[in-house]
């Protein structure tokens, strides 16, 4: 009962879940807002996702007594965020089924694996860091409508980010919510702790929609989350059959998908809190840490219908700042990780630029083709060296 019950553990499992919470539940929201769900419809969004975080994180950890903790794909609800897409909600849906579809598959083929891991990570970031800048921009956007809001939140997120840098968004929640009381334009909703009810959305099979949000979704969740969700457990010596993972998350994602989990995977950031030595001395009973995570996240997930009550009653500048906030941390990563390799920094340029022009071509979205471009580029650049290689 003294090891189940371990202060640390309960501690670290808390912190993991209320850092991965507050810094990116504002995307979610505004990821499904953009697709438009209901309020109902978000609640259920946030209810599947703490379900499927919560199961995932227990089951992993319990049956491998390992620190296993996964989160939703942050990235993957910038790309629903900030898309324009003129799909009923039933097409999304759909998208995310294929998604999490393909995610099993990379979990059971061990090529496609492989396949995935050959795209350069610099590509995969500069497409990332197209998606997130919009989002960013617009936070700071908000200066010239409500100067006064966006300097105290700001002063807020550059002090927090000094002294405890682990809780600055969820800081800036509070300064946005004393902001938003003390307004004489707006007042927050009365929050409630009833409970979020399931709300099924059957799914349709539209091409556009799968080409269009399935594949850029696997992609970012792939690239930006499940690999360096591994890797941060390779850095921590701690070994796991990563096809098992994959399959797991991936059949999660297909079933939970009608009820609003778009994507969930690895953890990497918020996972390290339940990898250190703060946690546990011995390394073999970290794992619990990441199962009182997964605890966290079912009760995070049963009440939603606060935290939605609570984001959408928010003034529209409140969230917009928060959102870019949220993401400047991923955007400088991004940057860096595009264009840090020498060798790559033009196609990366390319991807960056194609996927921030927002084209359409033959009903596919620049997101797919800022890659595309990009990796042909590329694989050019690639040939063109060896064949100089060989001459010499």
Aim: hydrophobic share 55%; net charge positive.
């Amino acid at each position: 009962m003294n090891k189940l019950l371990n202060v640390s553990h309960i501690t670290a499992g808390f912190t993991a879940v209320l850092v991965g919470y507050t810094s990116s539940v504002v995307i979610v929201i505004q990821a499904a807002t953009t697709l438009g769900a209901t309020p109902s419809q978000i609640e259920s969004w946030l209810l599947a996702l703490g379900v499927v975080m919560g199961i995932t994180s227990m089951t992993f950890s319990w049956f491998l007594k390992t620190p296993i903790l996964t989160a939703w794909s942050t990235p993957g609800a910038a790309i629903l965020a900030s898309g324009s897409y003129i799909y009923d909600l039933q097409s999304v849906i759909g998208a995310f089924m294929v998604s999490g579809f393909l995610i099993v598959l990379t979990g059971l083929i061990k090529p496609l694996n492989k396949l995935i891991k050959a795209v350069p990570a610099s590509l995969a970031s500069a497409m990332l860091a197209a998606i997130v800048l919009p989002i960013c921009l617009a936070a700071f956007g908000t200066l010239s409508s409500t100067p006064v809001l966006f300097v105290v939140m700001f002063l807020a997120y550059i002090i927090t980010k000094k002294l405890a840098s682990r809780y600055t968004m969820l800081v800036v929640l509070v300064v946005g919510i004393i902001a938003t009381l003390i307004s004489p334009q707006a007042a927050l909703l009365p929050s409630t702790f009833d409970m979020a009810r399931p709300d099924w959305i059957a799914p349709q099979w539209n091409i556009a929609a799968i080409i269009n949000i399935a594949l850029p979704l696997y992609l970012v969740t792939m690239l930006s989350q499940n690999l360096p969700g591994i890797a941060m457990l390779k850095s921590h010596n701690y070994d796991v059959p990563v096809g098992s993972i994959l399959l797991g998350t991936g059949l999660f994602n297909l079933l939970f998908a009608p009820l609003g989990a778009f994507s969930v995977n690895l953890a990497a950031i918020s996972a390290a809190i339940c990898m250190n030595k703060d946690v546990d001395y011995d390394r073999a009973q970290r794992y619990r840490a990441a199962m009182w995570a997964g605890v966290f996240y079912l009760l995070a997930g049963v009440f939603a219908t606060s935290v939605v009550a609570l984001f959408l009653s928010l003034p529209s500048e409140v969230s917009t700042i928060l959102a870019g906030f949220a993401l400047l941390g991923t955007l400088l990563m991004c940057l860096h990780s595009a264009f840090s390799l020498e060798g790559n920094q033009e196609s990366a340029l390319i991807t960056f630029l194609v996927t921030l022009s927002g084209i359409t071509l033959l009903g596919i979205s620049s997101t797919l083709w800022g890659l595309a471009f990009g990796f042909v580029y590329w694989r050019v650049m690639r040939i063109r060296e060896q064949h100089s290689h060989s001459k010499l």
